[in-house]
Nanobody, 123 residues
Framework: QVQVVESGGGLVQPGESLKLSCAAS????????MGWFRQAPGKEREFVAA????????DYSDSVKGRFTISRDDVKNEVYLQMNSLKPEDTGVYYC????????????????WGQGTQVTVSS
């Protein structure tokens, strides 16, 4: 079982950057796919980015491709989401999640979720 805790959210202006971190417990962390999802006010939660076992593959939603970068450190048991060129439409609660799979972008594959961290992009 894995427990995850997100951090790093905040209020930024459009065009600025922010880096989210996700700390995970568990001795087999490297064998979990890790993902970031977000939920904007009044909308359903959506996929943002995912990284496979041991960083073997990366996936991004079309809306963040080229602006966001997901990475992981299997020694520290952490996952990161570097967000550049932020837009107001990136506003939402960002969730880190773990899936006991090689690689996945599907929310239903992710069994372990954090509480979320708020990201607000506004001038």
């Amino acid at each position: 079982q894995v427990q995850v805790v997100e951090s790093g959210g905040g209020l930024v202006q459009p065009g600025e950057s922010l880096k989210l971190s996700c700390a995970a417990s568990g001795r087999t962390f490297s064998y979990y796919a890790m993902g970031w999802f977000r939920q904007a006010p009044g909308k359903e939660r959506e996929f943002v980015a995912a990284i496979a076992w041991e960083g073997r593959g990366l996936d991004y939603s079309d809306s963040v491709k080229g602006r966001f970068t997901i990475s992981r450190d299997d020694v520290k048991n952490e996952v990161y989401l570097q967000m550049n060129s932020l837009k107001p439409e990136d506003t939402g609660v960002y969730y880190c999640a773990a899936a006991q799979r090689l690689r996945s972008t599907l929310q239903t594959d992710y069994k372990y979720w954090g509480q979320g961290t708020q990201v607000t992009v506004s001038s």
